[in-house]
């Protein structure tokens, strides 16, 4: 079973930055494609990013596209999500996950994940 913790998140001003990070234990991070979910009051839990199990491969929904950039690092069991430009509409919760069954991260949906972080708070005032 694999742990994931995830850690960076507060609150910041419009067009700050903020960069989370999530630490896996208990398992083979690497066999596992990596992403980052959010989840706004009153909305559904949504994909905002994802990367491949060696990082060859990213995904990102087309609201974050050009001011996130995920990232991980397999020898330390981490992975990353760089948020700038931030806008009070990525407020929300932002969960790491992982799952072994999408082809490739654009692929990962709520569906497949096998393992989930307990979230992080981001919160952009305007």
């Known amino acids: 079973q694999v742990q994931l913790v995830e850690s960076g998140g507060g609150l910041v001003q419009a067009g700050g930055s903020l960069r989370l990070s999530c630490a896996a234990s208990?398992?083979?991070?690497?066999?596992?494609?990596m992403g980052w979910f959010r989840q706004a009051p009153g909305k559904e839990r949504e994909f905002v990013a994802g990367?491949?199990?060696?990082?060859?491969?990213?995904s990102y929904a087309d609201s974050v596209k050009g001011r996130f950039t995920i990232s991980r690092d397999n020898a330390k069991n981490m992975g990353y999500l760089q948020m700038n430009s931030l806008k009070p509409e990525d407020t929300a919760v932002y969960y790491c996950?992982?799952?072994?069954?999408?082809?490739?991260?654009?692929?990962?949906?709520?569906?497949?994940?096998?393992?989930w972080g307990q979230g992080t708070q981001v919160t952009v005032s305007s």
């Open positions: 208990g398992g083979t991070f690497s066999n596992y494609n």
């Open positions: 990367i491949s199990r060696i990082g060859s491969m990213t």
């Open positions: 996950a992982v799952d072994r069954t999408a082809r490739a991260p654009g692929l990962m949906r709520r569906s497949t994940i096998d393992y």
